[in-house]
């Protein structure tokens, strides 16, 4: 199974600063038959269900604001939330899906206010 | 409005056996695949079962293999996890979740989930 490791394990930011949050996989998610990359990103609040922000690397799920994006190819990738909002808090995954159905997940990254 | 419930979780010895159920609403569950995820707690999610919108291909974690079951009715629209033997590590939040694509083949990513349903594990 491929690995998803995720950095850091948790961080602070002040609101309205930049948030980064990495992942890196055990091997490639490019698929060079059709020139995209198998990672998908989501925001899990406590009572909530995950909620999906990113897939294809980078592509934003519709409603998500447009202060989340994704970046990375192959091995590494990122999530950025360019200016952080309160709403912000909370655990972010991200998923490979490239040896699906066999998809796995990083351990998370848990997001909070400094 | 695109929704799953699941429901069916509760408090089970080791050994025993469970059936959770996964009811969709605004979508056809034979036009996505779907999946099951679990969150056991303190920990992150862990894929567990998925099926293709087909229906006719299921796929299970080497984990669950060959205790869990999953399959679905589609006259009723739900999705159904069977599990037996459970042991005290399948302790766990389940989740439903639904592929954001509407294309035959296994699910890759997951745009509507559930509440989830608490399954403990327990003598």
């Known amino acids: 199974d491929i690995v998803m490791t995720q950095s850091p394990d948790s961080l602070a930011v002040s609101l309205g600063e930049r948030a980064t949050l990495n992942c890196k996989s055990s091997q490639s998610l490019f698929y060079s038959s059709n020139n995209k990359d198998y990672l998908a990103w989501y925001q899990h609040k406590p009572g909530q269900p995950p909620r999906l922000l990113i897939y294809?690397?980078?592509i934003r799920d519709s409603g998500v604001p447009d202060r989340f994006s994704g970046s990375g190819s192959g091995s590494d990738f990122t999530l950025t939330i360019s200016s952080l909002q309160a709403e912000d808090v909370a655990i972010y995954y991200c998923q490979q899906y490239y040896t699906s159905p066999r998809i796995t997940f990083g351990q998370g990254t848990r997001l909070e206010i400094k | 409005e695109v929704q799953v419930l699941e429901s069916g979780g509760e408090l089970v010895k080791p050994g025993g056996s469970l059936r959770l159920s996964c009811a969709a609403s605004g979508f056809t569950v034979s036009s996505y695949g779907m999946s099951w995820v679990r969150q056991a707690p303190g920990k992150g999610l862990e894929w567990v079962s998925g099926?293709?919108?087909?229906?006719?291909?299921?796929y299970y974690a080497d984990s669950v293999r060959g205790r869990f079951t999953l399959f679905r009715d589609t006259s009723t629209n739900t999705l159904y996890l069977q599990m037996n033997s459970l042991r005290a590590e399948d302790t766990a939040i389940y989740y439903c979740?639904?592929?954001?694509?509407?294309?035959?083949?296994?699910?890759?990513?997951?745009?509507?989930w559930g509440q989830g349903t608490l399954v403990t594990v327990s003598s």
């Open positions: 294809w690397a980078s």
């Open positions: 979740a639904k592929d954001r694509r509407a294309t035959a083949g296994p699910p890759y990513y997951f745009d509507s």
């Open positions: 099926i293709s919108s087909s229906g006719g291909n299921t």
